[in-house]
């Protein structure tokens, strides 16, 4: 069964835009949560990062934010997008202490 | 710092044929680098293919192994004979389990394997 739900699957926005990007994760408890990301023709790169429900920690400044309202979910966004958010979102989560990170789908996202 | 370098794509194979793609890693921060590949099949997401957390030992699924070599730091992937349904994106990537546990990936390798 699917364990992690990522929307929306795709997106076309315009410059300026807010966004906001899902991850929910199921049957899991208190897992670590990820979200990376890949501009076109780069390199999959860690956003965020979250422990625990209320924490998140920024890895690479995109101007962009997340949040974790809830244990089992992961919400990504900004208020104004830019050319350079264009790329693909994946969400992932870990269980602590161990070694695999399970991804989403992922979101492919086209700022024009 | 810490990086991955592998096989630029897209690389284009027979079926049948046998596959290596190369992956070197630079890990001067991470005590003990942990060695993944990752695979995104068309319209899939990102999924485990295989890991080896222990220098010298290696890891296989699917027919595909990779050896975890510290001394020339490498992890390249190699399968024997490979079919069409292994098309898809290969992604080396390197495991830091200290503070954010975070993943760094190579460029991803786009391979085809024709009929």
């Known amino acids: 069964a699917q364990t992690i739900h990522q929307w929306p699957v795709a997106e076309i926005k315009a410059v300026g835009s807010p966004l906001s990007l899902g991850c929910t994760i199921k049957?899991?408890?208190?897992?670590?949560l990820y979200w990376y990301w890949q501009a076109t023709g780069g390199t999959l790169q860690q956003l965020f990062y979250?422990?625990?429900?209320?924490?998140v920690e920024s890895v690479v400044q995109l101007n962009l934010s997340a949040s974790r309202p809830k244990d089992d979910q992961f919400i990504l966004s900004t208020e104004k997008l830019l050319l350079s958010h264009s790329g693909f979102y994946l969400c992932a989560w870990r269980r602590p202490g161990g070694s695999d990170y399970t991804f989403g789908s992922g979101t492919r996202l086209l700022v024009i | 710092g810490d990086s991955v370098t592998q096989t630029e794509g897209p690389v284009t194979v027979s079926e049948s044929e046998s596959l290596i793609i190369n992956c070197t890693y630079s890990a001067t921060s991470i005590a003990y680098p942990n060695l993944f590949w990752y695979v995104r099949y068309p319209g899939e997401g990102l999924q485990l293919l295989l890991k080896?957390?222990?220098?010298?030992q290696k890891g296989s699924s699917r027919g595909f192994e990779a050896t975890y070599n510290k001394e020339t730091t490498s992890f390249h992937l190699q399968k024997a004979s490979v079919q069409e349904s292994d098309s898809a994106v290969y992604y080396c990537?390197?495991?830091?389990?200290?503070?954010?546990?975070?993943?760094?990936f190579g460029s991803g390798t786009q391979l085809t394997v024709m009929p």
């Open positions: 049957g899991k408890s208190s897992p670590n």
């Open positions: 080896v957390i222990t220098a010298g």
């Open positions: 979250s422990i625990t429900v209320g924490q």
């Open positions: 990537a390197l495991g830091d389990r200290s503070g954010s546990w975070q993943l760094i």
